[in-house]
């Protein structure tokens, strides 16, 4: 896939590889199609998913390998 970035899991501190992508963006400063990426490994990926959601910004969920 060729990336040139970090592949670990965006929680703080944690250093396990990414298995998760979530998309999201937020509405006030990103435009409607904008998609940011935050990365989860297995064990974080509910929690910032859920943290993402309640503020609305959450878009979808994809396995990391599905990122296009």
């Known amino acids: 896939m ?3 970035v970090d592949t670990q899991c965006s929680a703080k501190g944690c250093r ?3 298995v998760w992508a979530l998309h ?3 509405p006030k ?3 409607a199609d904008r998609r940011k ?3 989860a490994c297995a064990e974080h990926r509910d929690s910032l ?3 993402l959601d309640l503020r609305g910004f959450l878009r979808e969920v994809t396995p990391f ?3 296009s």
């Open 16 to 18: 396990a590889s990414a």
């Open 49 to 51: 998913g859920t943290f």
């Open 37 to 39: 990426i935050w990365l």
């Open 24 to 26: 999201w963006n937020n």
């Open 65 to 67: 390998g599905a990122i």
């Open 2 to 4: 060729g990336w040139d």
């Open 29 to 31: 400063i990103h435009e």
